[in-house]
């Protein structure tokens, strides 16, 4: 995967080194040089290949033992000729592969004849009843010729006879209801066509998937028992261990730290600075995001708490504050008893009273809440769980996200976070701070285009983008004398109108921020982002970083013990030797001569010799702490 972030100094464990590899092959063991076959025996049950320990590239593979590489065990036996020559019987796994038949399950499909019920309509011809006038009739409201006259009904006008009373009947006419005289009513039939619904047995074709049982076959990889001899010539004993040595620290692609700060005592400015590690990308001023905010995530946990110190806190929810005081607000998730719903909730504590649902959180003298003290909060666990670090600016914003409580920290971008950058000790020289500053600040605004969604936020508090500790660099040295030379440099490199950022230096290339990437320091000359993570970039090429190195700046060389289990381990070998190094290009015309550029070969008593590139032989011997690996020594 490639990496773009900046690496943390100083505080970045070991093993993010490793990081850097690019791969991984299995281990292969090399055949004896005086190896005789004597018998192959095949194991009690043969492996397929792939079965093996092999690690993969970066820190997460030291954990998982290579082994021995198919096989090179401790001797059989040991036996002298009359010359006095040694000779080890040994055993090696053999990888081959035979022909092996597997069943699998086909899924095949078929036409079939199916039925089914349907429903159809016929036509059916029935007959009424149909009641008309014979004559011209007065429609009287009760069954008397007495009675009122409602309407008088036309000769042969259809009706709806009903009840009978003696020589009257009860008709229907639209919304009419009346008596006529009955003898002048006369019924017939009438034929009429009505459709009717029935259900009948239709038959179709459709298709049906089916299974059948169908044999084929592989080719299977499986390992073999080899017995070989070997000649052995006596000789000491193998090292118990040996040191491997190098310089420098990180992944050693864009601008050199150390080397920034060498350059800075050579009396070079943070223009010469950058436009010499970023060359061609240039040093300009933009407004963008002049005096935007950004979005820190400082935590994400089931609880979290924030306390005020020097001043007062204050909740504010959807614009309205709810509650102030002095006092911890502690955040949790929780079940609001108020809510119907019963779904799981942020829960704040504070002045002894529990708020639900996501809030703000203000203290005094900021640019949310502006007079009052100088306050700061506090937030346990903050910047990967190192302990409580404080803050000074912006606001806190508190929401569940993935179920857990997430605090971010939203401040003004240009000054306010760039003030608790704690990428670079703020005892170094002017020049060196101002470059770090631009760094980061071009970084943190190429992420601004978007919030993440696995954070909420724009960056992360930690080396998975910078490391930021607000307050705790701000204030850092006695009477904050040292967070006070951090300020000064980051001020340095801002125009400001009204106490508020109007413009930033940031380094630019073709019109756009770049990528940029910095680290701690180097053997001598910085790597390509090619050769780390893949693909060209005009700006991240090799660079001298002699400024990085003594007497410019103080010693960077680092040396690590590696036991003589895990040597042998790395290489594949029953015991090693020694170790050698070797450039694969002549060093002088190849200044990025990093480990991606040597090969390392062990040697065991017997003469027989195993060879690992740079980045194999980092990953398997758990990493070191630089690319820059100078020698391999006994003990």
């Known amino acids: 995967m490639r990496l773009t972030r900046p690496a943390a100094l100083f505080l970045a464990p070991l093993a993010s080194a490793a990081l850097l590899l690019t791969g991984l092959s299995p281990a292969q063991a090399a055949p004896p040089a005086q190896g005789l076959p004597l018998n192959t025996l095949p194991t009690q049950e043969p492996t397929a290949l792939g079965q093996d320990a092999s690690a993969g590239p970066g820190p997460a593979a030291s954990g998982r033992g290579i082994g021995m590489p198919q096989g090179i065990a401790a001797p059989l036996s040991t036996t002298t000729d009359p010359d006095g020559s040694v000779w080890e019987t040994r055993t090696r796994q053999v990888t081959k592969t035979r022909t092996v038949v597997k069943t699998r399950t086909v899924v095949k499909t078929r036409p079939v004849t199916k039925t089914r019920t349907v429903t159809k309509t016929r036509t059916e011809n029935r007959t009424r009843t149909q009641v008309r006038t014979s004559a011209a009739l007065r429609l009287r409201a009760t069954p008397s010729s007495q009675a009122r006259n409602l309407t008088t009904l036309k000769k042969n006008t259809t009706v709806k006879a009903s009840t009978v009373k003696k020589s009257w009947r009860k008709v229907s006419v639209g919304k009419r209801t009346g008596w006529v005289a009955k003898k002048y009513l006369k019924s017939t039939k009438v034929k009429y066509k009505v459709a009717v619904k029935y259900k009948a047995k239709q038959k179709y074709k459709t298709t049906e998937k089916y299974s059948v049982k169908e044999s084929y076959t592989v080719p299977q990889k499986y390992t073999v028992t080899q017995t070989y001899r070997v000649q052995v010539t006596p000789a000491t004993a193998a090292p118990k261990s040996f040191t491997v040595s190098g310089a420098g620290w990180g992944h050693g692609v864009g601008m050199s ?6 350059m800075a005592k050579q ?9 010499h590690y970023y060359n061609p990308a240039q040093l300009t001023t933009t407004t963008s995001y002049a005096s935007s905010d950004i979005k820190v995530q400082l935590l994400k946990a089931t609880t979290a708490s924030v306390t005020p110190a020097g001043g007062q806190l204050r909740l504010v929810k959807a614009g309205k504050v ?15 008893p108020a809510s119907a719903s019963k779904a799981k909730e942020l829960k704040v504590r504070f002045n002894n009273k529990d708020y639900y649902g996501a809030v703000q959180l203000q203290w005094q003298n900021t640019r949310a809440w502006t007079g009052g003290p100088l306050t700061t909060v506090a937030v346990p666990r903050a910047n990967e769980g190192t302990g409580t670090v404080n803050y ?38 002017g020049a060196a701070l101002q470059s770090q500053a631009i760094a980061g600040r071009t970084y943190a605004m190429r992420n601004m285009t978007s919030v993440k969604s696995a954070c909420g936020c724009n960056v992360y508090d930690e080396v998975a983008s910078q490391k930021f500790t607000g307050w705790n660099k701000e204030n850092e040295g006695t009477g904050a004398s040292y967070g006070k030379k951090w300020v000064a440099a980051v001020n340095a490199t801002l125009t400001k109108a009204g106490g508020s950022p109007t413009g930033g230096k940031v380094m630019m290339h073709a019109g756009k921020l770049i990528d940029a990437t910095y680290f701690s320091s180097s053997g001598g000359s910085t790597r390509s982002g090619k050769s780390v993570w893949g693909g060209e970039t005009p700006y991240l090429q090799v660079r001298d970083d002699r400024w990085a190195l003594p007497p410019h700046v103080s010693s960077t060389a680092w040396s690590s013990p590696v036991s003589q289990e895990s040597m042998a381990k790395a290489f594949g070998l029953r015991e090693v030797a020694s170790v050698s190094l070797k450039f694969n290009e002549n060093k002088a015309k190849n ?45």
Do not use: C
């Open 322 to 336: 709810i509650a102030t005081g002095t006092g911890t607000a502690s955040a949790s998730v929780g079940v609001n």
């Open 257 to 262: 730290q150390y080397g920034a700060q060498g």
């Open 267 to 275: 009396g070079k400015t943070s223009e010469q600075i950058l436009e």
């Open 392 to 429: 000074r600016h912006g606001v806190m914003n508190l929401a569940l996200l993935g179920g857990q409580v997430n605090v971010i920290n939203q401040l003004r971008l240009n000054d306010e976070y760039l003030y608790g950058l704690a990428e670079m000790p703020s005892s170094w020289q």
């Open 591 to 635: 200044p990025d001569a990093d480990t991606s550029n040597i090969t390392l070969t062990a040697k065991d008593r017997a003469g027989q010799s195993v060879s690992l590139s740079g980045p194999s032989f980092r990953s398997k011997i758990g990493g070191t702490r630089s690319a820059w690996i100078q020698a391999v020594k006994a003990g």
